[in-house]
């Protein structure tokens, strides 16, 4: 069993920055593929970012290339994510994932863990 919780979610202006912290317990993190998924109302979970066990390979949404940054320290058990350029249309509940495997997947349901999810509204 894995625990994520995330934290760092509120309320930014447009072009403003947040970052996100997920905080994980339970097995061992470094052997888990970690990723960001995002949910606003009345759409589809949606993948943004996703990071490999060792930190050496990322992938990430084309919405989002260029403004937000994935990040982990397994030292800490912790996987962020950077947001800059916020846009108004970044706004969802985003979630941290857990998934035990090498590869780095979009798809919601190849995770195994989900956090309960923080709150990013960006204003106009």
């Known amino acids: 069993q894995v625990q994520l919780v995330e934290s760092g979610g509120g309320l930014v202006q447009a072009g403003g920055s947040l970052r996100l912290s997920c905080a994980a317990s339970?097995?061992?993190?470094?052997?888990?593929?970690m990723g960001w998924f995002r949910q606003a109302p009345g759409k589809d979970r949606e993948f943004v970012a996703g990071i490999s066990w060792s930190g050496g390979g990322t992938s990430y949404a084309d919405s989002v290339k260029g403004r937000f940054t994935i990040s982990r320290d397994n030292a800490k058990n912790t996987v962020n994510l950077q947001m800059n350029s916020l846009k108004p249309e970044d706004t969802a509940v985003y979630y941290c994932?857990?998934?035990?495997?090498?590869?780095?997947?979009?798809?919601?349901?190849?995770?195994?863990?989900w956090g309960q999810g923080t709150q990013v509204t960006v204003s106009s």
């Open positions: 994932a857990a998934r035990l495997s090498t590869r780095i997947l979009t798809g919601r349901y190849n995770y195994d863990y």
């Open positions: 339970g097995r061992i993190f470094r052997s888990y593929t």
